[in-house]
């Protein structure tokens, strides 16, 4: 199964950009790319996820390589808010079999955001 | 739409106890997965539902176990609780749970405390 990399923290001012990396030189052709947040003791929020193009929602946008074996996520305009950890997490799908369903997630990156 | 609940909130047990925990999926939402997340082994799939059925199953004990309602709703049990048990059990729901690109969307968690 695909595996992640992240750097284990990064900080960002208030109202700046943040850009958050992660390498999965592994990635198959077919498997997405999903970002989750985590908020302190709280479950995991979806962000994001995407295949191949560039992906942006109301939360983030996505920037994945063209080989990709890596992705950004960016947050547009970093608010205290958006300080939690960020999980990537390549998604292994219905024609692998028996991870059917399963998310593996790797320790995430801690953003921390500052006034 | 509501999210996905799950009840208790929270939970202390002492050793030996068994426990259950509940999970309502999003409305429409036929998978059902269950997370355990501990400090030291970040977040790990335990099991995932689909239709009532067990489809796959991650690397825990037989005192972990848990079943499918109709109604799509889960419930998960553990028995005979050991300290190490201690965790925030996030469940998991999304449409099919298949699909590569069939989002999960995580409840609050119930955090379990044994004493």
């Known amino acids: 199964d695909a595996k992640t990399t992240q750097p284990t923290s990064m900080d960002c001012a208030e109202g700046r950009a943040a850009n958050l990396p992660c390498n999965h030189s592994?990635?198959?052709?077919?498997?997405?790319v999903y970002w989750y947040r985590q908020i302190h003791s709280q479950g995991p929020q979806y962000i994001i996820h995407?295949?191949?193009n560039n992906e942006t929602n109301e939360m983030a946008s996505l920037i994945i390589t063209e080989d990709r074996k890596s992705s950004t996520l960016i947050l547009p305009h970093a608010t205290l808010r958006d300080t939690a950890v960020y999980y990537c997490?390549?998604?292994?799908?219905?024609?692998?079999?028996?991870?059917?369903?399963?998310?593996?997630f790797g320790r995430g990156t801690q953003l921390t955001v500052w006034p | 739409k509501a999210g996905v609940t799950q009840t208790p909130r929270y939970l202390i047990k002492t050793r030996g106890q068994q426990v259950t925990l509940s999970c309502s999926p999003i409305?429409?939402?036929?998978?059902v997965s269950w997370y355990q997340q501990t400090p030291g082994q970040g977040l790990q799939f335990l099991f995932e539902?689909?239709?009532?059925?067990?489809?796959n199953k991650g690397n825990f004990p037989g005192r972990f176990s848990g079943r499918q309602f109709s109604n799509s709703r889960s419930e998960m049990n553990v028995s005979t609780l050991e300290l190490g048990d201690s965790a925030l059990y996030l469940c998991?729901?999304?449409?099919?749970?298949?699909?590569?690109?069939?989002?999960?969307?995580f409840g609050p968690g119930t955090r379990l405390t044994v004493l």
């Open positions: 995407g295949l191949k």
């Open positions: 409305s429409g939402h036929r998978s």
């Open positions: 997490i390549v998604r292994v799908g219905a024609d692998r079999g028996s991870t059917l369903g399963r998310l593996y």
């Open positions: 539902y689909f239709s009532e059925t067990q489809r």
């Open positions: 592994t990635i198959s052709g077919n498997e997405y």
């Open positions: 998991a729901s999304s449409v099919t749970g298949g699909a590569r690109a069939d989002t999960q969307y």
